[in-house]
């Protein structure tokens, strides 16, 4: 019904742009259009009609208005709207038999188009995490059309700086605490640290450090003034796990493979990770250090093979906390925050491995692991002097200490007795 | 009572400059590792202190090293092949240490120019001079830098093992100086080691000798 209704009502506004094209009366100044091409005027003298739309097979409806005069402003005005659908002709159209099963079909069906101008871009997004998602079939992963309007689009670029669209869209709470931040303020927006196109996990890689050192590269020169083992603590620690003060903190345990020199990447099909976590979990709560040393026995099975390790990081327990980002002013400088016994960073502890669509894939460890003798071997490469000390250790310095001021003490006593007990006998003898 | 001159200057300059480092790396250790338990310092101080004081005994390591490997002062140093003949003196001498001292009973050990230590001394310097403190100082150069010696690092099993075997070695000498220095007592008087230390000259009686 609706269907029919849209038929005549698109062959009535082609017979009226016929009509005013005739009678030289310029229909699309009228529509706002004045800088497009006859063709796109014939187009717009319909597609300008608001509330314009069609119903699609789901009961969805797909809007099918333009605004002229905002498409005009747009940089696709200069390819016109046969580029991107060139399908359309006036002899098919309208293409009422096109079969559309939601917008959202639809919507990825279109990227195609878009790859025909933007290919290099589009190659940058397919390695995206926000491509895996969709791949995976998440229904509001974004794709082209979600956050560049393809009528309006400017040479600017999509992100509006006083609302955060189009990334606040989905990640709304994720925007008003930055917008609060240091980096906020400023005015900075979400592609400077999280790049527009190739958007990757934040807590996988070195994307994020590298866009932190990308704007301040003098950083480590900054830290090494006052920082010992600077390098290395840029190495553990995420910027945020100090240049956010108040937020909890946590260390992430990553499998990391020694000779690729890359996080451990779990393979499609081949949960080996998931598997063997889940069943040790199964045995009850979170992993303790015997269950982390079998772990690495398992990605390790010739005993003399010890390309995969556990690699630790220190960052903040939510996500949304690394983007209340603050003044240097205000960043913790108290070593003892972390190199304590008890540090409030080492009471959460997870152990990850990357996901084969690229996010993390995490679970629970039980903080004794980073105190655990145990843990020597498994968790070989991540230690914070005095934060997570061996207590096997502290036993024995204890032992050692009380030894060295022990045995002399008790050599001392002994000494003494000694000689009173022989002066008493010499004096027996004397007398 | 004759005299013999068995610590010459270079000795004694490594000696007290090595004592002293080595209670200022135990104090700075403690606060390095304990932070929090108590409180002389902050860790940075602690920290920076423990790097530059190590360096300082690095190089007064190479000072005892260079001295004994080009005199002839190395003799002391040099071990007894006979394993029967050291484990009889090393009983005899601690025997001493464990029994006889107590009812004064003369030190088994005759000190001369060079054979300054007992078997027992001879035995544990040997293994803390050419082992545990080359180990230590390698241990702590490689955790001074961690990110400069990643690949070192990694090689011995991670930052984890090689933080441990420092330890290991902070806790043996934590127990083994009070130890050492109150050996260093045992002499014929109270100070008669500790003033040799300082003088060179070590007193020799007839029926005492060494102690520390």
Redesign the interface.
């Known amino acids: 019904m609706q269907g029919r209704s849209f038929t005549r009502l698109a062959l009535a506004a082609l017979f009226a742009v016929a009509g005013a094209l005739f009678l030289g009366q310029g229909a699309g100044r009228a529509a706002g259009i004045a800088n497009s091409n006859k063709v796109d005027q014939q187009c717009l003298a319909c597609h300008s009609i608001a509330g314009m739309e069609k119903e699609l097979q789901g009961g969805e409806k797909l809007s099918l208005h333009v605004d002229g005069a905002k498409f005009a402003k747009s940089v696709h005005s200069m390819i016109g709207c046969a580029v991107c659908h060139g399908s359309v002709t006036l002899e098919n159209h309208p293409p009422s038999k096109t079969k559309i099963p939601s917008l959202r079909e639809y919507s990825i069906e279109r990227t195609k188009v878009c790859a025909s101008c933007h290919g290099e871009v589009l190659k940058l997004y397919q390695g995206s995490i926000h491509a895996a998602l969709v791949r995976d079939g998440n229904p509001v992963a974004p794709i082209c059309t979600d956050c560049h309007n393809p009528h309006t689009v400017k040479a600017k670029g999509a992100y509006d700086t006083a609302t955060g669209a189009p990334c606040s869209k989905c990640h709304g709470s994720v925007f008003d605490a930055y917008a609060a931040s240091v980096h906020g303020k400023a005015g900075l927006d979400c592609s400077n640290c999280h790049r527009a196109h190739d958007v990757n996990p934040a807590t996988t890689g070195d994307q994020l450090k590298n866009a932190c050192l990308g704007c301040h590269p003098d950083a480590l020169a900054a830290h090494e003034i006052?920082l010992?083992?600077a390098?290395?603590h840029f190495?553990t620690v995420s910027c945020p796990a100090c240049h956010v003060p108040g937020a909890k903190r946590k260390v992430d345990l990553r499998l990391y493979d020694?000779v690729t020199k890359q996080s451990v990447a779990e393979k499609e099909g081949v949960p080996q990770f998931d598997n063997w976590v889940r069943s040790a979990k199964v045995k009850g709560g979170d992993l303790d250090a015997m269950a982390l040393y079998s772990l690495l026995r398992e990605f390790n099975r010739d005993p003399t093979d010890n390309k995969t390790?556990l690699r630790g990081r220190l960052e903040l327990s939510k996500g949304i906390d690394a983007h209340r980002l603050m003044a240097k002013s205000q960043a913790i400088r108290d070593?003892?925050r972390c190199?304590?016994?008890?540090a409030d960073a080492f009471q959460s502890v997870t152990v990850s491995i990357v996901g084969p669509d690229g996010r993390p894939v995490r679970y629970g460890a039980k903080p004794e692991v980073l105190h655990s003798i145990v843990?020597?071997?498994s968790?070989?490469?991540?230690?914070a002097?005095?934060g997570t000390?061996?207590k096997l250790?502290d036993w024995?310095?204890v032992?050692?200490?009380m030894?060295?001021?022990g045995?002399?003490i008790g050599?001392?006593t002994?000494?003494w007795l000694?000689k009173k007990y022989?002066k008493k006998i010499s004096g027996k003898e004397d007398s | 009572m004759p005299r013999i001159y068995v610590h010459p200057l270079p000795v004694r300059i490594w000696h007290w400059i090595n004592a002293l480092g080595f209670v200022a790396m135990l104090v700075t250790g403690f606060q390095i590792r304990y932070i929090g338990l108590f409180d002389l310092m902050s860790f940075r101080t602690a920290v920076v202190l423990h790097n530059w004081i190590g360096f300082v005994l690095i190089g007064n390591f190479f000072i005892w090293l260079a001295f004994y490997l080009f005199t002839d002062k190395i003799r002391v140093y040099h071990p007894e092949l006979s394993p029967m003949k050291h484990f009889r003196a090393s009983f005899r001498q601690a025997m001493f240490y464990g029994y006889g001292i107590f009812k004064g009973d003369p030190n088994p050990h005759h000190v001369s120019v060079y054979q300054k230590f007992n078997s027992m001394q001879s035995m544990s310097y040997q293994v803390i001079m050419l082992m545990l403190v080359p180990l230590q100082f390698y241990t702590g150069v490689l955790l001074w830098d961690v990110s400069r010696f990643s690949g070192m690092i990694d090689v011995l099993g991670g930052v984890r093992v090689v933080d441990t075997a420092h330890v290991l070695i902070f806790i043996f000498f934590a127990g083994f100086i009070p130890m050492h220095i109150y050996l260093a007592t045992l002499g014929h008087t109270r100070m008669a080691h500790i003033r040799s230390m300082l003088t060179g000259y070590e007193e020799v009686e007839e029926e005492h000798g060494a102690g520390a």
């Open positions: 006052w010992p083992n390098a290395q190495e020694n390790t070593c003892a190199h304590q016994q008890g843990s020597m071997d968790v070989s490469g991540f230690y002097i005095g000390r061996i250790l024995l310095l032992l050692a200490v030894g060295g001021i045995v002399p050599h001392m002994v000494r000694f022989a």
